[in-house]
């Protein structure tokens, strides 16, 4: 069936599974993926199936109860020690998530049907806001079978972590009845777009990924004042990655309550422009008829990464970037959430809004891809056998297929000595077990932690005409909840010889006590 699948709505997926169900005179079989079972049209049936799986014996297949109670995989036969790694996240992560009081009190904002703005830093919480002020909105809309709530994201790989927040919210507000995914759509900006196109003859096969050059071209042909509205809410998750033009025809398909009144529109944007990895213009929302004025909101404190990790990526991102785009670092320090300092000899940027502390990332270079893939193997190997890290707790994040097929050449078979899966994912809900070690991209993995992240072959984040991928660079080590490491080749290329200098100056600084001011002059 591929349930997978997001290309059709909630309710054609409901239709379908209940005509397949229905077809059967004695028996269903139902064939799915433990993350297939996860989805909201399929998850109801878990408790009415019994689980069983196909083995082979005596040269004849027969199907096999499982049993739930054992474990998934020999990495759960036993809980790691408090006194490793593993063991003290293990311990964490039995703690239950409280808000803080800035999700709370965004949270239980008012929403009166106008737009609004949330930026943030990465880690910081967006996507809780979002998924609970789409809880609110869709209760609030419930009783109109006719509603329709839109939220539309730009990374494939978020719909499942959307869906799973959503319900969660929903959930978390006491409502004893389903989520009404009848009344709302998780939706692809790509999947909007190829829906919208050919109503001015156009198909996005031409666009490809060009996503708000398809956007502009849709808007020469059409007005958007003449657009008919799809939904009466819309919620857009890392709004950054849209472009302007896309942003400007989602939001001409909100419904307007008062048709005087373009900033009557229920629209929902989270945005945060250091995760820009796509390099979109930063758009001017009084152009698309916003008033954000007393609207717009900036969350102020991260819980993703340490401050170590934080602080690192922060000045590499600030030592990488043309300063024409540096705005967001100059508001940052402005609003007292960034300090400027010294440390080492050399500028650095401290961070406020993070006071987390936790191990300091580490840097290794190599002069050789087989000496780095070793030294990358030993340590993964070290993590799980010595410190208890489950694999499904640590994420490669690489930048660059060549990437790719040398980890799978070098680094997979000594995984799999350790009963350990290099499994790469991207551009889709990932799916994880126990002994799944997750290789995936800056651009799959946005909006997703970990925590151990490693970025192999870190000089690789360049482009072909000599460019720093500095803010792929960024969303990779902000990932990281626990540890980050970087490997690294000595390279000759000027644009991978320049990103070496800026960790090595950085990973100087991070490593340098930092200066201690005397009050007073001496006597």
């Not at 209940?18 to 993926?33: D, Y």
């Not at 009081?101 to 009166?112: C, I, K, P, T, V």
């Not at 400027?340 to 940027?349: C, D, K, Q, T, Y």
């Amino acid at each position: 069936m591929n349930a997978g699948s997001y290309n059709w709505p909630f309710d054609e997926w409901k239709r379908l599974i209940n005509v397949g169900l229905s077809r059967a005179r004695e028996a269903v079989i139902l064939l799915a993926s433990r993350s297939e079972m996860e989805e909201p049209y399929l998850r109801p049936l878990v408790d009415s199936l019994a689980p069983r799986v196909l083995r082979r014996h005596a040269g004849q297949v027969r199907w096999e109860n499982v049993d739930l109670s054992l474990p998934m995989s020999p990495s759960q036969e036993k809980l790691p020690s408090e006194n490793n790694m593993g063991g003290q996240i293990a311990k964490r992560k039995l703690m239950k998530p409280v808000l803080s009081q800035e999700q709370q009190r965004l949270s239980n904002l008012d929403l009166d049907g106008k737009p609004r703005l949330v930026r943030g830093v990465a880690g910081s919480g967006k996507t809780v806001v979002l998924s609970n002020w789409l809880a609110k909105t869709a209760k609030r809309m419930a009783g109109d079978p006719d509603a329709r709530i839109w939220a539309v994201y730009a990374n494939r790989s978020l719909h499942r972590l959307l869906q799973e927040s959503i319900e969660g919210a929903w959930k978390g507000a006491g409502n004893m009845f389903e989520f009404p995914w009848q009344n709302v759509s998780l939706m692809h900006v790509k999947d909007v777009l190829a829906g919208l196109l050919p109503s001015v003859s156009l198909s996005m096969d031409a666009f490809e990924f060009e996503y708000d050059r398809a956007a502009e071209e849709f808007l020469n042909r059409q007005d958007e004042a003449d657009v008919l509205p799809r939904c009466q809410a819309l919620f857009i998750d890392e709004a950054q990655d849209m472009g302007p033009n896309t942003l400007r025809l989602l939001l001409s398909l909100v419904e307007q309550s008062d048709q005087e009144d373009r900033n009557s529109r229920s629209a929902h944007i989270f945005f945060d422009n250091a995760q820009n990895i796509y390099g979109r213009k930063t758009p001017k929302w009084s152009e698309f008829g916003l008033d954000l004025r007393g609207r717009s909101t900036i969350m102020r404190e991260s819980f993703r990464s340490t401050q170590p990790i934080t602080e690192l990526a922060v000045n590499l991102l600030h030592r990488l970037s043309p300063a024409t785009d540096l705005h967001d670092h100059k508001e940052l320090t402005s609003l007292s959430l960034i300090e400027r300092s010294v440390r080492g000899n050399e500028e650095w940027l401290r961070v406020r809004f993070n006071q987390v502390q936790g191990p300091k990332p580490f840097l290794k270079k190599f002069d050789s891809r087989d000496a780095e893939m070793t030294a990358l193997g030993n340590h993964i190997a070290h993590l799980i056998t010595k410190e208890g890290v489950s694999p499904s707790d640590i994420c490669l994040i690489y930048n660059g297929r060549s990437v790719v097929r040398l980890l799978e050449s070098k680094l997979a078979p000594r995984l799999a000595d350790l009963d350990v899966e290099l499994s790469v994912q991207t551009n889709r809900p990932f799916e994880r077990h126990p002994n799944t070690l997750l290789v995936t991209t800056s651009h799959s993995y946005k909006g997703y932690d970990a925590e151990v992240v490693l970025i192999p072959c870190a000089d690789q984040y360049t482009t072909q005409d000599g460019q720093v991928l500095s803010a792929n660079l960024y969303v990779a080590m902000t990932r990281a909840r626990s540890l980050l490491g970087i490997y690294s080749l000595n390279s000759s290329d000027s644009a991978a010889r320049k990103l070496n200098e800026a960790l090595d100056c950085c990973m100087a600084a991070l490593n340098s006590p930092p200066l201690i001011e005397s009050e007073g002059d001496e006597a």
